[in-house]
């Protein structure tokens, strides 16, 4: 899997169409894959360099793309959010002990109502920024992904 995702990265779509259910009721594109379904597991506000945890429910994201725009959608709904890709080259990680890496992934950005977005996404997370106009508060969100186990 770990050549599908490098390969789905670099807008070759080398992922099994058998293990990608792509729900048609929602009417997207065929031009679009499913990239995974993620799970929100932490919210937080910053401003001056201090974390505000935001309480959460629940959310399952599903996630689209076709190499140059993003879609995010939130469980069983039409509506979306288009993020457009622009970097490909992956995202920079940090794991246990202090050590960074760089993983397969995308970034991708929207503004919407004069609030700017940014999504950084890896096989196993989702981070979506959030940056309101006339605001010092930033909002991030984590989501990670949910394999096909882990929602039975």
Known sequence: MKFAWVAFCCSVFALPVDSQQIDVDRNIPAEFRSVGTYKLIKRVKVR?????????????????????????????????????????DGIVVTRGGGLVETV??????????????????????MTLSRFPA????????????VYEKDQQ
């Open 48 to 88: 001056d360099g201090k974390l505000f945890p935001v309480a959460i429910s629940e959310v399952l994201y599903e996630i689209f793309t076709d190499g140059i725009t993003v879609r995010c959608y939130g469980e069983e709904s039409d509506a979306f959010t288009a993020f457009e890709v622009y970097r490909r």
């Open 104 to 125: 397969p992934g995308i970034q991708a950005k929207t503004i919407v109502g004069d609030v700017l977005r940014q999504l950084c996404l890896t096989e196993q997370r």
């Open 134 to 145: 006339l605001s010092d508060i930033a909002e991030i969100t984590y989501s990670e992904r």
